[in-house]
């Protein structure tokens, strides 16, 4: 069980297009994202989606921009374990239109963290799938 690399990092902004004009300066470009409810882009270097940008119409500069940080990860059901014996809350979903598994959570400081599973991981023990 463990973290395998950090995945991406998602920022918040009220002005997505400027967002994502700001980061193609530097080489990011639009790509594909999943059939999410709210605005947002997905930028890619290359092959791999590195930055989540989310649009909000207002945001809280005061929190900060940092939106969570996002982490792939393997052995789903021995990180639910983990979580579960140590106290922690967690969401637990699928990502619509790929099918991996995300698993958010909150650090002790209150920091939201992502763990990213390959969708080929067993659900884990317990698990119901949301109707």
Do not use: C
Not at 14 to 25: E, I, M, Q, S
Request: proline fraction near 8%.
């Amino acid at each position: 069980m463990g973290i395998t690399a950090m995945n991406h990092f998602t920022v918040l902004t009220d002005d997505l297009a400027a967002t994502t004009k700001f980061y193609g300066f530097f080489g990011l470009v639009p790509g594909w994202r999943p059939p999410f409810t709210f605005p947002g882009a997905w930028l890619y270097s290359g092959e791999t989606p590195i930055l989540h940008v989310i649009a909000r119409d207002t945001v809280n500069r005061t929190d900060g921009l940092l939106d969570h940080m996002a982490f792939s990860a393997v052995d789903l059901p021995g990180v639910v374990r983990t979580l579960k014996r140590e106290g922690y809350d967690y969401d637990l979903r699928r990502l619509a239109g790929g099918g991996i598994w995300q698993l958010f959570v909150r650090d002790p400081a209150g920091a939201k963290v992502e763990f990213d599973f390959a969708k080929d991981e067993p659900a884990p023990d317990g698990y119901v799938a949301p109707a």
